[in-house]
């Protein structure tokens, strides 16, 4: 079956470096990645969409890359801060045509220390 | 339009009552997907509809749980004889699918305690 694959252990980086969060997903060949924050007790919130015909994609302090062959997203932040610590979830839209669902990853918490 | 709403945003009940949540999306927006999240997990897909079509139900998703959308505008979400298990976060999202996709918009959730 599809799968889509976050690290669930916690990311704990110092501010100012970048983070790195990776998404790998499994016997699916997606038109597209989405990458959203979610911060505790609300609602995820869009980032960055990247298509696979897009390797790379920025979006202010914001890169996105999508590597079709190693079926792999990664999503990273330069220059972190303390307020970019959260949830950071990976998303794609599974199925074709008309009746495609988008489906989550479990989500990496990403947190920066001072 | 201020985005998804979601009511309402919390709810205590207790094992084996029926409860229903509402969801009204983005006004011009076509899709709307519900989820469940728990604690430490990424949101777990449920159902959704395409306007007032169901396209999809998780096959996770036991026969105690159906979803409406009238008319394709808001839709609810009803869960019969709850059980201690469905505590989580249901959240509500809405798209506009078309020939390209954009990002899906979610609301605040609500969170059920079943207790």
């Known amino acids: 079956s599809q799968k889509i694959e976050q690290n669930s252990e916690a990311l704990n980086i110092q501010e100012g470096k970048t983070a790195t969060l990776t998404c790998n997903y499994t016997?699916?060949?997606?038109?597209?990645l989405q990458w959203y924050r979610q911060d505790p007790g609300r609602g995820p919130v869009f980032l960055l969409l990247i298509r696979e015909n897009e390797k790379e994609k920025r979006k202010e302090r914001l890169k996105v890359t999508f590597d079709t062959t190693l079926k792999q997203s990664l999503f990273h932040i330069t220059a972190s801060q303390p307020a970019d610590s959260a949830t950071y979830l990976c998303?794609?839209?599974?199925?074709?045509?008309?009746?495609?669902?988008?489906?989550f990853g479990q989500g990496t918490t990403l947190q920066v220390k001072p | 339009d201020t985005g998804v709403s979601q009511n309402p945003r919390h709810k205590i009940t207790k094992r084996g009552q029926n409860v229903t949540f509402r969801c009204d999306p983005i006004?011009?927006?076509?899709?709307l997907y519900w989820y469940r999240q728990t604690l430490g997990q990424g949101p777990e897909f449920l159902t959704y509809?395409?306007?007032?079509?169901?396209?999809?139900k998780s096959r996770l998703l036991s026969d105690r749980f159906s979803a409406e959308r009238p008319k394709g505008s808001f839709s609810t979400l009803e869960i019969q004889r709850t059980e201690q298990g469905d505590s989580a976060m249901y959240l509500c999202?809405?798209?506009?699918?078309?020939?390209?996709?954009?990002?899906?918009?979610f609301g605040q959730g609500t969170r059920l305690t079943v207790v």
């Open positions: 006004s011009e927006h076509n899709r």
């Open positions: 016997n699916y060949s997606p038109a597209y």
């Open positions: 998303a794609f839209l599974h199925g074709s045509g008309n009746t495609g669902k988008l489906i």
């Open positions: 509809f395409q306007n007032e079509a169901q396209l999809e």
């Open positions: 999202a809405s798209s506009f699918y078309g020939p390209l996709d954009t990002e899906a918009f």
